[in-house]
């Protein structure tokens, strides 16, 4: 099992910025992509930004330019740094982990959801 604790979210005004941490513990070996998706009240949950092992990270448009992830696998964690935030880009932000082991089919973690507020 994979545990994926995020933190960070709250409350900013548009135009402000906050960052996003995800720290993965428990079986972390082989663990080949990480990421966030959000979701917002009525709509579904999207892909906002992911980093695969070896890749190069791959952003959803409408944040490409002000969103930017980074993982640090030493201390397996990822983190997503937002900046020129909107009030569209208010939802619950989910850390996101692929694991893929020998044999077996990929296994998706979620963590529990940070809550990023945007005021207009």
């Known amino acids: 099992q994979v545990q994926l604790v995020e933190s960070g979210g709250g409350l900013v005004q548009a135009g402000g910025s906050l960052r996003l941490s995800c720290a993965a513990s428990g079986s972390i070996s082989g663990i080949n992509a990480m990421g966030w998706y959000r979701q917002a009240p009525g709509k579904q949950r999207e892909l906002v930004a992911l980093i695969i092992r070896g890749g190069s990270p791959n952003y959803a448009d409408s944040v490409k330019g002000r969103f930017t992830i980074a993982r640090d696998n030493g201390k397996n964690t990822v983190y997503l740094q937002m900046n020129t935030l909107e009030p569209e880009d208010t939802a619950v932000y989910y850390c996101?982990?692929?694991?893929?082991?020998?044999?077996?089919?990929?296994?998706?973690?979620w963590g529990q959801g940070t809550q990023v507020t945007v005021s207009s």
């Open positions: 996101y982990a692929q694991r893929t082991l020998p044999r077996e089919p990929p296994y998706d973690y």
